[in-house]
């Protein structure tokens, strides 16, 4: 089953992330288990591959954000992809199905 699209935000500014493409999970698979990266870039990195298939325009550094939001979109795009299921209560910006069906 296909799951929805997720609105993930960033201060006053949303942007809709449709289903991951393949491409997009392989980059997000090859981010999250390098060897060489670095933990605090993995969220960065995640959201940068999620925005750039309708959301290119949008430079990562220069949206204002608190890490709250930060962390809400990442996990909400690990749980698109169907890398993470949604755990019972999490908040906004959980898609709704997820890729595993949760």
Avoid at 66 to 86: R, V
């Amino acid at each position: 089953m296909r799951p929805d699209p997720i609105e993930i935000a960033f201060g006053d500014q949303k942007f809709t992330i449709k289903p991951l493409t393949i491409a997009q999970i392989r980059k997000i698979e090859k981010a999250v288990s390098a060897p060489d990266s670095v933990a605090g870039d993995i969220p960065f990195t995640v959201i940068g591959i999620a925005l750039s298939r309708d959301h290119g325009n949008v430079v990562l550094d220069d949206l204002e954000s608190e890490t709250g939001e930060i962390i809400a979109a990442f996990n909400a795009i690990l749980q698109l992809g169907g890398f993470k299921k949604a755990e019972p209560g999490e908040g906004a910006g959980a898609p709704t199905p997820n890729a595993t069906g949760a």
